[in-house]
């Protein structure tokens, strides 16, 4: 469901933004969003292998992590388009 949402709420922004934001800030702005949804719904999951039991993070959560990240770069490397 919260996919879905972000989908709606991407198509309403490229719409009505798109011809002022620089090249590369949806794709980054869906890469942040999407991963950080996962990272707080891998919280709600069951671990799928016994080693993830002592973990702070599961290893969804860890390999969510670097995406965030360079959906951040995507959104705030480039600035505004000139």
Not at 1 to 26: C, D, N, Q, T, W
């Amino acid at each position: 469901m919260a996919y879905l949402a972000l989908f709606f709420v991407m198509i309403y922004l490229y719409r009505r933004h798109s011809k002022e934001l620089h090249r590369g800030f949806f794709f980054g702005l869906c890469l942040a969003t999407i991963f950080t949804f996962r990272f707080f719904i891998e919280f709600v999951k069951e671990n799928q292998v016994s080693f993830e039991d002592q973990m702070t993070f599961n290893m969804g959560q860890w390999l969510s992590i670097p995406f965030i990240i360079i959906g951040f770069y995507f959104i705030f490397a480039y600035g505004k388009k000139k």
